[in-house]
Structures are given as structure tokens and as C-alpha cells.
T-cell receptor
Framework: QKEVEQDPGPLSVPEGAIVSLNCTYS??????FMWYRQYSRKGPELLMY????GNKEDGRFTAQVDKSSKYISLFIRDSQPSDSATYLCAMSQGGKLIFGQGTELSVKP | DTGVSQNPRHKITKRGQNVTFRCDPI?????LYWYRQTLGQGPEFLTYFQNEAQLEKSRLLSDRFSAERPKGSFSTLEIQRTEQGDSAMYLCASSLGEGRSSGNTIYFGEGSWLTVV
């Protein structure tokens, strides 16, 4: 079993939809949780960062962490075609990042 | 552009040849990481440096792989006797400090694509 599990999708939604992306993890020592966005053939770029349990909002994006369930989520409101990308969850361990498999999202106009 | 810079962006090589990738981190970032990513997978950690010291190597980093960071500035990743299974995107990243807090974000480069034929 991988330390971080993420549904690879692909996920296709119409423009304006609310998107929910999720990851589960097994290591209870993880405390820092991140979401990266990766466009095709590009490097990952940091979207959201959360420490421990709770919610964090940034514009159309909301990150949630539930440490008791070892479950993290990223919500995208009013999704746009420009949101089409692969979304990677990542967790920090000893200063390095452990990534999920990535979920490929397509937002159709 | 003051981001993480990687060269070359693409490399096609024959099996058995050696290849070297270079990474220039963001100025003053003391941590430098190498990751490998194959299609449909998330990046996998290979190794990282704190200044010039290589602090951790993944089991994925076989004896054919070597990374250096002379003088704590740029870094090179060399793959000797390449195999088809080495085909992947090699990502370099850097951070100021341990990369655990919001002030120490880990920034990634655009990656170097390797195709072994």
C-alpha cells in the first residue's frame, strides 16, 4: 500500500461545476499537506498549503484536512477550462514531499 | 526568470549511454531536491541536498545514478548505462530551509524529459 493514495481519474466536469479532489494517507506523522497543480509537460506548482487539521480558502480553492480520518480534500468552485490540469496532493516528511498519483481534471466549456 | 532552471529540457539517448542533467536552483535556496516522474504517476523522491551535503537518497536511486551539488549551488544528476526503464521526467526543486512551513515552499523546475531508446 502506498503512503499516499489518490484517485487518478480522469475527472471531467462542465464549466462552473464544483470539483472535489481527495487523497488518503497512512502515516499519521504527516503534518504538512499541500496541493500542487501540474499542466501537461510542466513542473508542479504549489496551489494550497495546510498545516494540521482544518480548512484553508484561497479564492475559488478550499483545502481541507481531517487528520483523524487521514483524509485531505481540495475543492474548486466555479471551475474554469483553465483549471484543466493534473492535481497532486503532497505531504511533507522530513523536509521532502511524498506525492499522490495525481488526478487528471478536465473542465469542459 | 528567477525560478528553478533545468537543462536540457529533453534528451533522447540510446540504451547504455550516460546522460547528465543540470539544475540551477532559486538563488539563496539551500535545499535542492531531485524527483522522478513517469506518465500517470506523481513525482517520486530521489535525493536531496542541504547546501553541498547530500542528506538522503531513495532506494530508487540505484548505483547507476549519482547526484552532486558542488559548492552548494547548481546540481547535476548523472545516469550511467541508461536503461529503457529510466525513461521519465526528472524534476529538480529547491527551497529555503526544510520546506515544511509556508515560508519554505518547495519550488519545482519544468523538468528534464529523458527517453531511452
Amino acid at each position: 500500500q502506498k503512503e499516499v493514495e489518490q484517485d487518478p481519474g480522469p475527472l471531467s466536469v462542465p464549466e462552473g461545476a464544483i470539483v472535489s479532489l481527495n487523497c488518503t494517507y497512512s502515516n499519521s506523522a504527516f503534518q504538512y499537506f499541500m496541493w500542487y497543480r501540474q499542466y501537461s509537460r510542466k513542473g508542479p506548482e504549489l496551489l494550497m498549503y495546510t498545516y494540521s487539521s482544518g480548512n484553508k480558502e484561497d479564492g475559488r480553492f478550499t483545502a481541507q484536512v481531517d487528520k483523524s480520518s487521514k483524509y485531505i480534500s481540495l475543492f474548486i468552485r466555479d471551475s474554469q477550462p483553465s483549471d484543466s490540469a493534473t492535481y497532486l496532493c503532497a505531504m511533507s516528511q522530513g523536509g521532502k514531499l511524498i506525492f499522490g498519483q495525481g488526478t487528471e481534471l478536465s473542465v469542459k466549456p | 526568470d528567477t525560478g528553478v532552471s533545468q537543462n536540457p529540457r529533453h534528451k533522447i539517448t540510446k540504451r547504455g549511454q550516460n546522460v547528465t542533467f543540470r539544475c540551477d536552483p532559486i538563488s539563496e535556496h539551500n535545499r535542492l531536491y531531485w524527483y522522478r516522474q513517469t506518465l500517470g504517476q506523481g513525482p517520486e523522491f530521489l535525493t536531496y541536498f542541504q547546501n553541498e551535503a547530500q542528506l538522503e537518497k531513495s532506494r530508487l536511486l540505484s548505483d547507476r545514478f549519482s547526484a552532486e551539488r558542488p559548492k552548494g549551488s547548481f546540481s547535476t544528476l548523472e545516469i550511467q548505462r541508461t536503461e529503457q526503464g529510466d525513461s521519465a521526467m526528472y524534476l529538480c526543486a529547491s527551497s529555503l530551509g526544510e520546506g515544511r512551513s509556508s515560508g519554505n515552499t518547495i519550488y519545482f523546475g519544468e523538468g528534464s524529459w529523458l527517453t531511452v531508446v
